[in-house]
């Protein structure tokens, strides 16, 4: 077999590439002779249609569950089709930008999108404008065709002018809460930014149609609703002000009782956060797998190739899971992979999910094939996966998820203190796949010439050097020629003249004055053990202990790695250990995100001291954002995920969202104090129960809109659980705490209100 690999170049789109590889292999499959053929084992294509299935399907199933919400609860056909037709709208708008500023359509950009919080804006206009014109409608039955319009069109404009603060006032803060994400750098920027420039270029259209669109085609198509008892909608809403009407008079009763309730969970949640564990992103499950078998340093290429035969007929025998596997041995004529003799990269192409049998998650595989693999002795299995491989690698030179480095002079004192710490560590929970770096114990067999002897024969080091060299390793005698090819002669001993140290001992050597004398006459020759490879990380050798992690998150297990090294690995003067891989990436996302959410907290209550001139009801609307990440917060912890990039951009997302319905809230009690009410609570009461609708539509079209992201199976589903989960359990609690908490903190404010 000769295996060749096709590279891509840099920003070049893979598709097409992948396409155009397809078609080229089979213009030269015809022409290649009889039994010879080209068989593709691993290429993304599959990938990309999978992941590509999953957005798509995410996106189709969101836009309908919005559009069945806002349907459901506006009670109107028309009022629900109007917000709807904004839907597709956005979309081509943000498709439109995304190929003028080059963002790729794939996973993480248009993954994220959620048509529930795109359409808010819209939602809160229409089920006003529709509230104003049922109002109405009496005034409006009596007026012939024109004047019916003119008036429908007056009610559209002081509608839509009325909550167009409300409505692009939320928007903006949503956008605003997007630049941190943008100030990402490095893997997570690469990850991330494609995600928020495509989230907020449908922002951007969702506004411009809010002020253009929207008013348009509610004026043209919303009529007056006969509200009958019949409908769902109105039983519903009837339904649940039932429901709400005794929670929020307790609420009002018993303010300080509230207050606490919030506050206690907000200590709870934050408790929670402090134990969770934390993983720079999910694994992306890409549906193969790459083992490397660890060999002993120095083992032959003859053995190599017997150990992974070996391991290919017992995979392909005992798991009706293995559809192919391949084996690449050392390092190419191009060294893409510098690996020497011993090192392998044995790829491991599955069959889908739904014809396995042995077991029923990768991992629990992964563990199997391990279990079937230790029959053959002195081997240690890595486990990976082909991108997941060369992701680890191009960020810190390490094919594992964690990567401990130990940097020293010695190169034996590196190797000691990296088998101390891989014997040390290996009982970690969630430590898989525990390999140190070979960096010692290459046999050699060392000539060191007697330089007295060889002036006395009359001979040079370098004569013998080039017969030493020429007889194991070979030298160019000339050239061949078939055709037009061409190829080297190669002089060397024959196979059996160089097995073994023996041969070289007997090598005779031509003398200048005639005769031969065998090479150990002129030095001394032997076996012993010398440096197997150096690396090096900033000019400073380093050895590496590799951590694969499985069934736990990255976090937890270097927190507890650390501490057994912290405990009982006592290295000399001059000797460091720093933690590299994924763990690397989490913690300098991690360090940006702790200087750009501030700012955009900032920015946000900037905003909304703007809009209401008052710190005072900033600071209440702002009682969202820590409320929201408390849902968020017990969500992650419930489903069992820990903290990842992808679950904070999800926090992110939340606190612009969050701070949306406590701005309708409150711009509506604003309003409400210019009529008279006999205390603060009965126009609270009465100003929550008017927007009740208002407020329920637009939390739960935003979080309904990612349930299908938050529940999908498929494959790349699981780089956006998390982001899901966040945005579902913070609307939760956030809506919960603008209906209850933030008119109990207005009153509290306001309890002045008739004096």
């Not at 809230?665 to 604003?670: R, S």
């Amino acid at each position: 077999k000769v295996l060749g690999q096709v590279m891509m170049l840099k920003d070049a789109n893979s598709k097409k590439v992948i396409d155009a590889v397809k078609i080229r292999v089979a213009e030269i499959s015809k022409s290649l002779p009889e039994g010879v053929y080209i068989n593709a084992f691993l290429e993304r294509s599959e990938l990309i249609a999978k992941t590509t299935f999953t957005v798509s399907e995410n996106l189709i199933l969101g836009c309908l569950i919005v559009i069945f919400v806002v349907v459901l609860l506006l009670g109107n056909l028309r009022s629900g089709l109007v917000v709807a037709s904004v839907i597709p709208l956005c979309l081509l708008f943000a498709l439109s930008l995304m190929y003028i500023f080059g963002v790729d359509a794939n996973l993480m950009s248009l993954g994220a999108i959620d048509f529930g919080i795109i359409i808010d804006g819209a939602v809160i206009i229409v089920e006003f404008i529709a509230f104003k014109i049922t109002q109405q409608k009496e005034e409006m039955a009596n007026l012939n065709t024109t004047n019916r319009q003119q008036l429908q069109d007056t009610i559209v404009l002081s509608g839509a002018s009325k909550m167009m603060n409300s409505a692009i006032f939320g928007q903006l803060i949503i956008l605003i809460v997007f630049i941190p994400i943008l100030s990402l750098t490095g893997v997570e920027g690469k990850m991330f930014k494609p995600m928020a420039l495509t989230f907020s270029f449908a922002l951007i259209g969702a506004m411009l149609f809010c002020f253009t669109y929207v008013p348009v085609v509610a004026s043209l198509f919303l009529r007056p609703s006969k509200t009958t008892d019949k409908n769902i909608a109105v039983r519903l809403m009837k339904w649940i002000q039932k429901g709400y009407e005794p929670v929020i008079d307790f609420a009002l009763e018993s303010k300080k009782l509230v207050l606490a309730i919030a506050i206690a969970l907000l200590s709870l949640s934050i408790y929670v956060y402090s134990t969770m564990g934390a993983e720079f992103v999910p694994t992306l499950d890409e549906g193969d797998f790459v083992i490397q078998p660890v060999l002993k340093t120095g083992t032959s290429l003859t053995n190599t190739v017997e150990i992974t035969t070996k391991i290919e007929q017992i995979l392909l025998q005992e798991f009706p899971e293995v559809k192919q596997v391949v084996t690449r041995i050392g390092a190419a004529e191009v060294p893409t992979d510098p690996m020497s003799m011993e090192e392998s990269d044995v790829i491991i192409i599955l069959n889908p999910k739904s014809e396995w049998t042995s077991a029923s998650s990768k991992d629990e595989l992964a563990d199997k094939f391990k279990e079937a693999l230790a029959i053959i002795p002195g081997m240690e299995v890595e486990f990976t996966q082909p991108i997941e491989m060369r992701f680890n690698e191009l960020i810190t030179g390490v094919r594992a998820d964690i990567a401990i480095k130990v940097f020293g002079e010695d190169l034996d004192i590196l190797a000691k203190k990296g088998n101390e710490i891989g014997a040390l560590i290996a009982d970690v929970d969630g430590a898989a796949d525990i390999s140190v770096e070979k960096v010692d114990g290459l046999p050699e067999m060392n000539v060191r010439y007697d330089r007295a002897k060889i002036a006395r024969y009359g001979l040079s080091i370098q004569e013998l050097n080039d017969m030493v060299s020429m007889g194991f390793a070979g030298k160019k005698a000339g050239s061949v020629f078939e055709g037009e090819k061409r190829f080297d002669l190669v002089v060397r001993l024959d196979k059996e003249k160089r097995k073994d140290i023996d041969n070289l001992k007997n090598l005779f050597v031509d003398l200048p004055m005639g005769g031969k004398v065998p090479l150990s006459e002129l030095a001394t020759i032997g076996y012993q053990t010398g440096a197997a490879k150096i690396s090096r990380d900033d000019t400073k050798r380093r050895i590496v202990v590799g951590i694969n992690v499985r069934n736990r998150d990255l976090q937890s297990v270097v927190d507890d790695v650390k501490t057994l090294i912290d405990e009982n690995i006592k290295l000399p003067v001059g000797y460091t250990i720093t933690y590299g891989g994924q763990l690397e990436n989490l913690q300098s996302a991690k360090s940006r995100l702790l200087v750009a959410v501030p700012i955009a907290l900032i920015l946000i209550f900037i905003l909304l001291y703007f809009a209401f001139s008052s710190v005072k009801e900033a600071l209440m609307i702002y009682s969202a954002i820590p409320l929201a990440a408390v849902g968020g917060v017990f969500l992650l912890w419930f489903r069992d995920l820990p903290f990842s990039i992808s679950a904070g951009v999800g926090f992110i997302a939340l606190f612009g969202i969050a701070v949306l319905n406590g701005i309708v809230l409150i711009e509506h009690f604003k309003e409400l104090k210019k009529e008279s009410f006999d205390s603060i609570e009965a126009l609270v009461k009465q100003g929550t129960l008017d927007r009740l609708r208002a407020v329920l539509l637009t939390a739960s079209a935003a979080a309904l809109g990612f349930l299908p992201m938050a529940i999908s199976t498929n494959a790349g589903a699981e780089v956006q659980r998390p982001l899901a989960t966040v945005v579902i359990g913070g609307l939760i609690t956030a809506t919960i705490l603008t209906l209850v908490v933030l008119p109990v903190l207005y009153a509290y404010v306001n309890s002045n209100y008739l004096k």
